[in-house]
């Protein structure tokens, strides 16, 4: 079944800038999501390096490239590892 597009569709998945947040929980959030559908750490890493993905971008401007590289890599090495094992989470 084809959804037929709705310019104001209030199912579209749309970010908000969220003042005084954490960009640290935001940025692991959304690495974490996106390993989780399977994605790569290079494929995520662009997701941040892209303007076009403004609330990634953001935190890529602010954090720094090599940070943001570091993070995704960590992340992606736990998750590769497992992060639940024997009922407990190793996160």
């Not at 800038?17 to 974490?32: F, K, N, R, T, W």
């Not at 390096?49 to 935190?59: C, D, F, L, R, V």
């Amino acid at each position: 079944m084809v959804k037929e597009f709705e310019p104001e569709d209030p199912m579209e998945l749309v970010g908000i800038a969220m003042p005084d947040c954490d960009s640290d929980q935001v940025l692991d959030g959304i690495v974490q999501e996106y390993l989780f559908m399977g994605w790569s750490a290079q494929q995520i890493l662009l997701l941040f390096w892209s303007p076009h993905y403004g609330a990634t971008h953001q935190i890529y401007l602010e954090k720094g490239a090599e940070y943001v590289k570091q993070r995704i890599r960590s992340l992606a090495e736990n998750w590769d590892r497992g992060w639940i094992r024997g009922g407990e989470i190793n996160a």
